[in-house]
Nanobody, 118 residues
Framework: QVQLVESGGGLVQPGGSLRLSCAVS????????MSWVRQAPGKGPEWVST???????RYADSVKGRFTISRDNAKNTLYLHMNSLKPEDTALYYC????????????RGQGTQVTVSS
């Protein structure tokens, strides 16, 4: 059974940092394109970042230089390190096994809420 379980969200002040985790079971993350996608209230999903099986990474322009995607193959876990957070980063963040560098997914988690506010 495939499961993706995110954690690490919360309330943070502008300029702060958070690390999101996505624990995966049911498939090996290093064999697939794995992505983070976010959805702000009242808006559609926004692709954030993807790491491919070869370790090649891409980021949305809106997070480039501030967010870092990584994976721990031994733990079968995906991470998103977020620095210099802005109020516009407020969203539900979910991880997914995706179709290439996109937000189109085969499987996704329920998500973890990130709120950036003073």
């Amino acid at each position: 059974q495939v499961q993706l379980v995110e954690s690490g969200g919360g309330l943070v002040q502008p300029g702060g940092s958070l690390r999101l985790s996505c624990a995966v079971s049911g498939f090996t993350t290093s064999n697939y394109y794995m992505s983070w996608v976010r959805q702000a209230p009242g808006k559609g999903p926004e692709w954030v970042s993807t790491i491919n099986p070869g370790g090649i990474i891409r980021y949305a322009d809106s997070v480039k230089g501030r967010f870092t995607i990584s994976r721990d193959n031994a733990k079968n876990t995906l991470y998103l390190h977020m620095n210099s957070l802005k109020p516009e980063d407020t969203a539900l963040y979910y991880c997914a096994q995706t179709v290439g560098y996109s937000g189109s997914y085969y499987f996704r988690g329920q998500g973890t809420q990130v709120t950036v506010s003073s």
